[in-house]
């Protein structure tokens, strides 16, 4: 379906932004980023297929664009009720993705739980959760030379609306997620913490670089 292809920012006019932080492969580019989706989009893992992981008919109705991102992983909504972060590595002739993943991850975990004492656990797929509850998914696209590790981090209870109606029930699940739906299996984080959007992206941009997380795996 050629309608779903990675979204770029040389491309994406009718956006506000370029959505998928895989702008970061270009050279030229900053080693992270964080931002908020400016608009609602869906996005697909690379091996999912949308009429499997979406209720197509309502996304064409709201008019919301469907894009496929060149790693794996689940399908999302973003929009404003999310926080958006994306890494990007060298990694030579590494093809460790334990490595990355496990990295990339414990980066955001030791973030949370140093800066807002959450408890904050890793589970299967590299989810991270809250009392069994899943607030953050991530992919991770390894392409020559480089990894490019992307996490979305749910904030907002007012993302709910749209992932129920926008999401099927996944077509593959963690078993950590015991056949919970959306709204049972997911935690937004701004239930647990009190700071907004701008305050809570600040936090961690801070952190990230006063640590050697962004060096990577190998340079630590």
Known sequence: MKE????????????PEEPLGESLLAK??????????????????????????IF?????????????????????????????IAFRYDRGASIDITSFMEYSTKAIQSFLNET??????VKENYDL???SKKFLGSSLYMPKGLCLYSAVLLMNKKALPKIN??????TKVPEHRKGRNHADFLIPLQTLIDDSNAAFMAKMKSYLQDSKFLNGPKKV
Request: aromatic share 12%; hydrophobic share 35%.
């Open 165 to 170: 109606k926008y999401l099927k029930f996944p």
């Open 56 to 84: 197509l008919d309502a996304s064409k109705e709201d008019k919301v664009p469907v894009f496929k991102r060149y790693g794996g992983g689940g399908c999302v909504v973003l929009d404003e009720n999310s926080v958006c």
């Open 28 to 53: 030229e580019s900053p080693e992270f980023r964080i931002w908020e989706p400016k608009s609602t989009i869906i996005v697909l893992g690379r091996s999912q297929k949308a009429d499997k992981e």
């Open 129 to 131: 959760t809250i009392d």
């Open 116 to 121: 807002y004492d959450l408890g904050v656990e």
């Open 4 to 15: 779903f292809k990675p979204l770029f920012s040389e491309n994406s006019d009718f956006l």
